[in-house]
Each structure stands twice: as structure tokens, then as C-alpha cells.
């Protein structure tokens, strides 16, 4: 069955896993953060959360809290 799911890429997954450890972790926290981010975000056009600066007629075109 496992053949079927990962063709001919097993063992080098296999190997990969037992070579790098640390980095394999790594990578799966930092693709998390980013599954995470992406889903739960609020920054962005809408969101109310300008972030800096802005360049709207409205403001003066000032940044941060003047």
C-alpha cells in the first residue's frame, strides 16, 4: 500500500527523515505559522489595520500617531 501512495519516493523520504531530523521540524513549524497565518490574518485591505504610514487626502498624509 505504501508503494502505491509514494511510488518510488519512500525511501528517499525515509532517508531524508532520518539524515534531517531538526530540519524536518523546522519546516513543518514554519509551514504551519504560514498555514496559520494565512487563515487567521487580519492585516490587509479592509481589515482596519493600516499599518504605518498612510497617503490619504483624509489624514494629512502623515504616518503613525501625530
Do not use: H, Y
Not at 531538526?22 to 509551514?31: D, K, N, R
Not at 490587509?44 to 499599518?51: P, T
Not at 489624514?59 to 500617531?65: E, L, P, T, V
Amino acid at each position: 500500500m505504501q508503494e502505491l501512495l509514494l511510488g518510488g519516493w519512500g525511501p528517499q523520504i525515509a532517508a531524508l527523515i532520518k539524515q534531517n531530523p531538526l530540519q524536518l521540524v523546522t519546516a513543518g513549524l514554519l509551514a504551519t505559522g504560514i498555514a496559520i497565518t494565512l487563515t487567521f490574518g487580519t492585516r490587509g485591505a479592509g481589515s482596519g489595520d493600516g499599518g504605518g504610514c498612510s497617503f490619504d487626502d483624509s489624514d494629512g498624509g502623515g504616518c503613525g500617531g501625530d
